[in-house]
């Protein structure tokens, strides 16, 4: 059943990061959410399903944007290992804590395709463009990286993967 939500929200995910709109105020910063789902599945699950999202979300990165196969998927997979690292030290639920992986996550995978996709001579945006796309993408991950991690929580509990709260279970 895992990864039957890990699917429905990497496809999900997917469509609507291809959809909504990138703002040109924050140089055109796609919305992070399949690096959300890498940092989810990080703090949540073990190496394993995070290393198969990371694969998964950097390839639907890759297939719908302009950049070559593989090079998300290894961006991905380095924001993810930090991520567990350090996830022993943060409360899963803690909203706050989401909101600075997912910022800085964000911020540092963008960095780090731009300098991948420059180095390749795959890419040539001005460093100013490339400055203000990872300042965009990290205020986008910081905000959206909690709200994807409460609708997953919520698929998992519904689903049964998860077990209700006491709040859940008294209502």
Not at 123 to 130: G, K
Request: with cysteine; hydrophobic share 60%.
């Amino acid at each position: 059943m895992t990864l039957l939500v890990m699917l429905l929200g990497l496809l999900t995910g997917a469509a609507l990061q291809a959809l909504l709109p990138a703002w040109p105020w924050l140089g055109g910063a796609q919305p992070p959410i399949l690096l959300a789902l890498v940092l989810f599945y990080a703090f949540a699950h073990n190496r394993g399903w995070m290393l198969l999202c990371a694969l998964l979300a950097g390839l639907l990165q890759d297939a719908l944007g302009q950049v070559p196969l593989g090079f998300s998927c290894f961006c991905f997979g380095l924001a993810g290992f930090a991520a567990l690292r350090y996830r022993d030290d943060v409360e899963e639920h803690a909203w706050l804590a989401q909101m600075v992986f997912g910022g800085l996550a964000a911020a540092a995978v963008n960095l780090l395709l731009y300098i991948l996709l420059h180095h390749a001579d795959v890419v040539v945006v001005s460093f100013t463009l490339a400055l203000r796309k990872t300042i965009g993408a990290a205020l986008l991950g910081a905000v959206l990286t909690p709200l994807t991690f409460r609708v997953v929580i919520s698929l998992e509990r519904q689903l049964g993967e998860r077990p209700a709260t006491h709040k859940e279970a008294g209502s």
